[in-house]
């Protein structure tokens, strides 16, 4: 029942999408393969706060656009699952995701994965569980009847891989939280901690650098007490639709982009990484692993 009522959340994310417009599955589909578009869309989902996204989002197309030639917009959504289905409508063609997303839009809607993201040097981060200082909160053993910020119902760190750490530590989030609240991003789940709007929150490690200007003392305030299994760090997705030829210079623009400083630095702005590295699906095989442990009690 643990594991049935964590999916039946998920599932619910996902299923809400589904209010704007024609279903994915109704549209007509695309010639798989074939397709150059005359412009290129970018889906993002804040990573931080949204506005610190939609500044350095224009920056990061008029860099694509001079890799690739060709005109690229750029939009930031309000969670994974509306860059997945906006993708599935053809809507967005390249989503920049968490890793649980990139294998849940390659499950729904044939997803290619291209690229992962590089973060201080390694391919890979941890979900960290934090509380401040002064909570009494030193494991996870402690959070029965505490309230949770989490960061997105899809994001790996910020909701799934800390939701099974807990499960396996004997902690119900949806039994024995009192309360859990969505920030939207990772710096805002650490602010909601900082003050005192919950309990605990987790997020990817380590970001409470990221609110160290606006909270030049949150290191200290805020303390991280747990960390979950290695995960694979987010990357990029395409529609499968897109020529291959295309999806390869799409690929190549972003590793391109990442090895320039100008570039660097606005990719650590974005997403907090330093450029990307050519990956294909097997690379999120832990992933995906725990996402076909699911279909044994949903079916999506």
Same mark, same amino acid.
């Given at each position: 029942?643990?594991?049935?009522?964590?999916?039946?959340? !998920?599932?619910?994310?996902?299923?809400?999408?589904?209010?704007?417009?024609? *279903?994915?599955?109704?549209?007509?589909?695309?010639?798989?393969?074939?397709?150059?578009?005359?412009?290129?869309?970018?889906?993002?989902?804040?990573?931080?706060?949204?506005?610190?996204?939609? $500044?350095?989002?224009?920056?990061?197309?008029?860099?694509?656009?001079?890799?690739?030639?060709?005109?690229?917009?750029?939009?930031?959504?309000?969670?994974?699952?509306?860059?997945?289905?906006?993708?599935?409508?053809?809507?967005?063609?390249?989503?920049?995701?968490?890793? %649980?997303?990139?294998?849940?839009?390659?499950?729904?809607?044939?997803?290619?994965?291209?690229?992962?993201?590089?973060?201080?040097?390694?391919?890979?981060?941890?979900?960290?569980?934090?509380?401040?200082?002064?909570?009494?909160?030193?494991?996870?053993?402690?959070?029965?009847?505490?309230?949770? *910020?989490?960061? $997105?119902?899809?994001?790996?760190?910020?909701?799934?891989?800390?939701?099974?750490?807990?499960?396996?530590?004997?902690?119900?989030? $949806?039994?024995? !939280?009192?309360?859990?609240? %969505?920030?939207?991003?990772?710096?805002?789940?650490?602010?909601?901690?900082?003050?005192?709007?919950?309990?605990?929150?987790?997020?990817?490690?380590?970001?409470?650098?990221?609110?160290?200007?606006?909270?030049?003392?949150?290191?200290?305030?805020?303390?991280?007490? +747990?960390?979950?299994? +290695?995960?694979?760090?987010?990357?990029?997705?395409?529609?499968?639709?897109?020529?291959?030829?295309?999806? *390869?210079?799409?690929?190549?623009?972003?590793?391109?982009?990442?090895?320039?400083?100008?570039? +660097?630095?606005?990719?650590?702005?974005?997403?907090?990484?330093?450029? %990307?590295?050519? *990956?294909?699906?097997?690379?999120?095989?832990?992933?995906?692993?725990?996402?076909?442990?699911?279909?044994?009690?949903?079916? %999506?």
């Amino acid at each position: 029942m643990k594991k049935l009522s964590f999916i039946m959340v !998920l599932l619910l994310a996902v299923t809400l999408t589904f209010t704007m417009g024609v *279903a994915a599955d109704d549209a007509e589909p695309a010639d798989v393969g074939d397709e150059v578009p005359e412009n290129l869309v970018v889906g993002m989902v804040p990573s931080r706060e949204a506005g610190v996204m939609m $500044d350095s989002i224009d920056p990061m197309t008029e860099m694509l656009e001079d890799e690739l030639d060709i005109p690229v917009e750029g939009t930031v959504l309000t969670s994974f699952t509306s860059v997945i289905e906006a993708m599935g409508t053809g809507r967005v063609d390249i989503g920049i995701f968490g890793p %649980f997303a990139l294998v849940l839009g390659e499950e729904r809607h044939d997803l290619e994965i291209i690229l992962n993201s590089i973060r201080f040097g390694e391919d890979h981060y941890f979900a960290q569980f934090y509380a401040r200082e002064d909570s009494g909160i030193e494991s996870v053993e402690d959070l029965e009847g505490k309230s949770a *910020a989490f960061v $997105d119902p899809a994001s790996t760190a910020g909701y799934l891989f800390p939701y099974v750490h807990m499960l396996d530590h004997g902690i119900d989030p $949806d039994e024995d !939280l009192s309360e859990q609240i %969505f920030a939207g991003a990772h710096d805002a789940a650490v602010i909601a901690v900082y003050n005192e709007e919950a309990d605990f929150g987790v997020s990817f490690d380590d970001a409470r650098e990221d609110v160290e200007d606006e909270y030049p003392d949150v290191m200290d305030v805020v303390n991280v007490f +747990e960390f979950t299994e +290695e995960i694979p760090n987010d990357g990029i997705a395409v529609r499968r639709e897109l020529d291959p030829d295309l999806v *390869a210079d799409i690929q190549q623009a972003f590793v391109n982009i990442g090895e320039t400083e100008e570039g +660097e630095e606005l990719l650590d702005t974005l997403y907090n990484v330093s450029g %990307f590295v050519p *990956a294909g699906p097997e690379r999120y095989d832990v992933v995906r692993r725990t996402y076909e442990e699911m279909e044994e009690y949903v079916d %999506f």
